[in-house]
């Protein structure tokens, strides 16, 4: 039996349904919960596989569910939600990987790999498997009878960490990979090493446990990063989210704690703060490495920031100049903060001189 039938053979899927009294009526749930049962998963074409085919389970259920809606703003809802899921279980892991990819080769040549007990094909190997899969319980995020993402009525109450870690919990992958996943979400170890499943590995496993989750956490935010330094935050759920208001301002407290070196938990706000929630991502970094990926990137990201308080106010009926120029100063201070005292990396002198030309035409 071929690896690809071998893993597909395993994958055993069950659905979580509900029911909700509304003042509407009742309205049925849908999630799909999956089990790679004891997968084997031990080379990146395996771990791709069984991501595929998870995927393959729940896409026709929104494209059979798209087809059979009459209401316009329903099917925009559900085709934003199969967007969604392809960016989060196929787009999102594949740009990891390739950030993984890119961290490894500077790893390479630093010579930080060296302190490991494993092989170069093995760490790349291991890190690329853990990529992949660590999003994979994002699936069971979406409910198929609506065609939205809506955990919170699916009764599961775990975040998609803890669901990617359950599915695969039986597979034959390896327990510091498995550990990675379980804990991407987190900013460092601290609750990697209170896992049972931790405490039962050698001393040796623990500390490339310890490394793997560094490299999944630190790759999954330069993957993001990436993602907005490109788009900015148009692609982003809080870009449509109604408690993110879009009028070119920030709240003062969170600018206050960002530029302190805080990380900001957000549930609305002005839709700058949530970019700059982005940034308090980097506070968090393991590896020099890292920060040398992030470099351009910030600076990228920044820009988009920028632009991102501009297109507010263009579109704003109220123009408050002095505001806008607030806006803008404060967005170079973290940019200053974020990028050259943070990570001791000189600062894009042509954007700094543009903004502040834009700033001293506000003012004037």
């Known amino acids: 039996m071929s690896v690809a039938k071998k893993v597909c053979q395993d994958i055993k899927v069950k659905h979580y349904k509900s029911e909700e009294e509304t003042e509407d009526g009742k309205i049925k749930h849908n999630f799909v919960c999956f089990d790679a049962g004891k997968a084997e998963l031990k080379n990146i074409s395996s771990a791709k596989t069984l991501a595929k085919n998870m995927g393959e389970k729940v896409f026709p259920f ?25 960016k989060k279980a196929v787009w999102h892991p594949a740009l990891v990987e390739k950030c993984t990819h890119q961290l490894l080769e500077k790893m390479k040549k630093s010579g930080t790999l060296k302190k490991m007990s494993l092989s170069y094909r093995q760490v790349y190997t291991d890190t690329s498997v853990a990529a992949i899969l660590h999003d994979i319980g994002r699936l069971s995020e979406v409910d198929i009878a609506q065609g939205s993402v809506n955990m919170k009525r699916s009764g599961l109450n775990k975040n998609h960490s803890a669901i990617s870690f359950d599915i695969l919990e039986h597979a034959q992958i390896k327990p510091e990979i498995l550990l990675a996943i379980k804990y991407h979400e987190f900013a460092d170890v601290n609750e990697v090493q209170n896992d049972e499943l931790y405490k039962k590995l050698k001393q040796e496993n623990q ?45 003062e407290e969170h600018f206050i704690n960002a530029i302190n070196g805080n990380y900001l938990r957000l549930k609305g706000g002005h839709l700058l703060d949530a970019m700059m929630r982005f940034v308090t991502w980097t506070y968090c970094i393991h590896f020099s490495e890292t920060k040398e990926i992030l470099a351009e990137v910030l600076t990228k990201f920044f820009a988009q920031m920028y632009d991102e308080a501009e297109r507010e106010y263009n579109n704003s009926t109220e123009k408050n100049q002095a505001k806008l120029a607030d ?19 000189k600062l894009d002198k042509r954007q700094k001189e543009a903004i502040s030309a834009r700033i001293k035409e506000l003012k004037a």
């Open 327 to 345: 806006t803008l100063e404060k967005i170079m201070q973290l940019e200053a903060y974020a990028i050259s005292e943070r990570m001791k990396i």
């Open 207 to 251: 500390k490339i446990a310890d490394f793997y989750t560094h490299i999944l956490q630190d790759m999954d935010k330069t993957a993001n990063l990436t993602e907005r330094s490109v788009f900015g935050i148009k692609k982003c759920a809080e870009f449509f989210d109604p408690h993110y208001i879009q009028d070119y301002g920030v709240t």
């Open 62 to 86: 929104l494209q059979k569910l798209s087809e059979n809606i009459k209401d316009e703003k329903v099917l925009q809802q559900c085709q934003k939600t199969t967007a969604w899921v392809h």
